[in-house]
């Protein structure tokens, strides 16, 4: 059985339409952005959130960043984009899509100069990277699905954390993928759906877009899935990643490093469902991965009304690392990934990054 899906990033008629995350599930809201400081603003203020999706904005973003300028020449334009590059990768740190969909605009635009291309040429040249980004991350995450498949049985219990869903990329999601896939094909999963404290990605979006698709889906407290698993009710957890070091270590939504340990001492399978664009080869072990930290009212305000005494200290990290250790599997776009002996995915990463540039499969 299929539905239809929400897209949360859209480019209609020239601008830019982002469903506003932040008001689900109360309201389905599309904001249209023209400016790339409202992209960084959006990004920061998580109106779109989730690795790819942020890719994928960021990308319309520098296009429509140069979109209405005039330049002498292609090189002032290219020095023109470096620079507003850099400042769209400052609006969020840890998820390296961010970084990967303007790397792909900014050579994009460099080989494009190199051919001889005008700036108009050039900055068209960006707007039509920055659909392909989308329509690309549409495939990977259905290719992700499909893998993800080949690990369930019909009738499993799932836990999930966050939001790796439709909402986080272009469709399908990361870890929602074999998700969708399977109700597809007719099989019928239990999902359980952790409320993802502070922001409640959880509770407001992957219950939301769940619910929508008719998936038995059931939403448990953070603190409530060691009793979960206890009872049984969990044959594997799966979730996004919003960095993948080179060994293999996750940087995922804060609350993963804990759900892997749970699941390690139940026996229970823990995947990581995430596309290369995710990767980073450059960053060695998750330890060099930059957490970004939250304000602290998404703490100690979260429910629209003060849960803590005022002036008081909190610590927000948005992200946390999961040692490669703890993971079963990671799930991509082109295979499954298993670590070696001593647990770590460094020669497997390695070696499917090197396919990276061919096509998908
Ligand atoms: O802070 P967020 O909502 O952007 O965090 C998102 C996550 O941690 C997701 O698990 C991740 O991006 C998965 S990608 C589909």
Request: hydrophobic fraction near 40%; aromatic fraction near 6%; include cysteine.
């Amino acid at each position: 059985m299929t539905h239809s899906f929400i897209q949360s990033v859209q480019w209609k008629e020239n601008h830019l339409l982002l469903l506003d995350q932040n008001r689900l599930p109360e309201e389905t809201r599309y904001h249209k952005i023209d400016t790339i400081e409202e992209v960084w603003k959006a990004i920061r203020q998580l109106t779109v959130r989730g690795a790819p999706a942020i890719g994928i904005t960021a990308a319309y973003g520098l296009y429509l960043g140069v979109q209405h300028l005039s330049y002498g020449n292609v090189p002032e334009l290219i020095e023109d984009l470096k620079g507003k590059a850099e400042f769209l990768s400052q609006a969020r740190p840890t998820a390296i899509n961010l970084r990967w969909a303007l790397m792909r605009l900014l050579t994009r635009a460099e080989m494009d100069g190199a051919h001889g291309c005008s700036t108009e040429e050039v900055k068209a040249g960006l707007l039509a990277e920055a659909l392909r980004i989308q329509k690309e991350d549409e495939e990977t995450c259905r290719r992700i699905g499909e893998h993800g498949l080949t690990l369930l049985k019909d009738g499993m219990g799932i836990l999930t954390h966050c939001n790796p869903g439709s909402l986080a990329t272009a469709k399908y999601g990361t870890a929602t993928a074999p998700i969708y896939l399977a109700r597809e094909q007719g099989m019928t999963l239990k999902i359980f759906i952790d409320e993802t404290r502070p922001v409640l990605q959880g509770a407001r979006l992957t219950a939301w877009e769940l619910m929508q698709a008719g998936i038995d889906s059931t939403l448990i407290c953070d603190n409530m899935a060691a009793l979960v698993m206890a009872k049984g009710w969990v044959q594997a957890v799966i979730v996004g990643a919003d960095r993948v070091a080179a060994n293999g270590d996750v940087a995922n939504k804060i609350g993963t490093y804990g759900l892997a340990i749970l699941a390690k001492a139940h026996n229970i399978p823990f995947y990581v469902a995430a596309p290369l664009s995710s990767f980073d080869p450059e960053t060695p072990t998750g330890e060099e991965i930059p957490i970004e930290e939250r304000p602290a009212e998404e703490v100690t305000e979260g429910f629209g009304k003060r849960t803590a005494p005022v002036g008081m200290k909190v610590y927000n990290p948005a992200f946390d690392i999961t040692p490669s250790s703890l993971i079963t599997a990671i799930i991509t776009e082109k295979g499954i990934l298993y670590p070696d002996q001593d647990g770590c995915y460094g020669k497997a990463i390695k070696e499917i990054l090197g396919r990276k540039s061919q096509t998908l499969s």
